[in-house]
C-alpha cells in the first residue's frame, strides 16, 4: 500500500510538469518564430550589402568611362598638374589613390616623374580632374563606407 504523502508528491510534480509545460510551449514557439525572422533578416541584409556593393562598383566604375573620350582625345599627363590637382582639390596622396584604385606610391612615382599612369588610370585621372571638392569628398566618403562594410563582414 503505497504512502500518502507519495502519492501525493508525484501528483504534485505531475500537475507542476503539466502546467510548465503550458506555459513553456508558446514561448518555445515565439522563440522559433523569432529565430526564423532573424534568419530572413541577415539573408535580406546580405542581399542589401551585395546590392550596395554592385551600385557603389558601378558608380566608382561609371566615373571612369564618362571621361574616357577624354583620354581617346588626347588627354596628356602632366606630372606637375597631377601635384596641382591634387593640391587644389586638398588630397592627400592615399586619398587620390584610393579615388584611382592605385597605391599612395604609384601617385608619388607619377609626380616624381618616375612611372606614367596607364591608360585606364588616365581615364580615371580625367574623371576625377572634372571634379569638384564636395564631390571628392562624396566620392571619398562612399570609398570608406564600403571598405568599413567589408570590414565588418571580415
Partial sequence: MPNIGTVLREEITRLSRKETRSQV?????AVAQQRKDIAELKRRVAQLERQVALLSRKALGALPAAK???VAKGFRFSAARLQAMRAR???????LGKLLGVSTQSIYNWEAEKARPRQDQLA???AVRGLG????AARLEQLQAAEAMAAAKA
Fill in 25 to 29: 510551449e508558446p514561448a518555445r514557439k
Fill in 89 to 95: 582639390m586638398e588630397l592627400s596622396a592615399n586619398d
Fill in 68 to 70: 574616357a573620350e577624354a
Fill in 133 to 136: 571638392k564636395r564631390e571628392v
Fill in 124 to 126: 580615371k585621372l580625367a
